[in-house]
Every structure is written in C-alpha cells, then in structure tokens.
C-alpha cells in the first residue's frame, strides 16, 4: 500500500516506539517527512525535535539506537506507531521507556 | 506525585492507549484539561475530539468503553500513557486495534 501519513499544521506526525519484543511502550516522538524518510532508509528511527528545531538520529550520541522492526500507520493517517528493538534505554534518565510517572 | 501534565498551545496532550493485557497499541487521541479529569473520575477513557471539537466518551454510543487499569506521564510530562482493558474494538472500522495499515 501507499504510505501517505498526513502531518499536522507544523509539517508533523507523532511517532509511538514500541518495543517489538516486550510489548512496553517506550516513547512518543516527532517525524517530519525528511525524519520518516531517513527512518526508512536506515532502518533506524529519527525524529524533529520540536525544542532543538533539528533532526535528530536517536542514539547518534548515546548509541542508544533504535532498529525498526515495523511501521504502521493509522485508521486516519495521522499517527505512526514504530516497533524497534533497542540497543539501549529509550529515555534521556536512563529508563528503558520514558513512561515511568504513574498517576493512576 | 503531582500530576502536572503539559498542554500544548491548543490545550490538549496526546493519549496513547495500550490493552493493559495485551499489550497491542489500540489508538492515539487527544485530551484536554476536562477530559483527563473524567477519565481519572469514571475509570473510563474521555478525550477530545479535535474534528468535531467536542468531549467524547470512548464507547458512549458504540458499547466500546475502555477501563482504564493505568495512567502514566512520560519524563517531560508531554504524553499520556493509558493502559486499559477495552470492552471491545477501538476503531471505528471494527478493527482491534487502529494501527491496520504496516508501511514497512
């Protein structure tokens, strides 16, 4: 099929990682098209981040790397939900997902 | 802990919503102040629809409600993680989850 993801007024769409193996999802990021473009090029996820204004390789400095096993998009178009396996910790603490405040 | 989460400019925070059990990836929505504030209330996920730019109680009309077992925010307190057990699809198409269509 065609992929046509529709990004936002900011030339956006949020990207959800998911770890392929355990299931936990680890964070959610930004792609503009030159993003999901590297992203499917290199088979490693990369991003817009949003408070740098920049691309942004995940792990380009960590190491921290994330293989994209799969990419899907959804029922509307305007959201991607990645499954990768991670070399590394998704979150920017050290904590393998960047969900770790629990409200409820 | 304070649940202190960050609204964009439009007032609402990006929702992930996972089957507590399954651990599948079921949807992304929207919520804003009131319909985070629901949710923690009834147990039930609330968002807000950005097309018809009212409060939706997921399942009102289709039976479809989500029982929320938790609610997580990530480390910049951005996006919400919502774990759940549905009581049935959470697209509208009838498919479990909303991310049918793999790209890659």
């Not at 981040?49 to 994330?66: D, F, I, M, P, Y």
């Amino acid at each position: 099929m065609t992929l046509n993801p529709k990004f936002d007024a900011q030339g956006l769409i949020p990207a959800i990682v998911q770890d392929a193996d355990t299931g936990q999802v680890l964070m959610l990021a930004w792609m503009n098209a030159t993003s999901l473009e590297l992203t499917r090029q290199t088979g490693e996820t990369h991003f817009w981040s949003r408070s740098r204004q920049e691309l942004w390789h995940k792990g380009a400095t960590s190491g921290n790397v994330q293989h994209v096993v799969e990419l899907a998009l959804d029922c509307d178009g305007d959201t991607l939900l990645v499954k990768v396996h991670p070399a590394g910790p998704a979150c920017h603490t050290g904590a393998v997902s960047c969900f770790f405040n629990q409200v409820l």
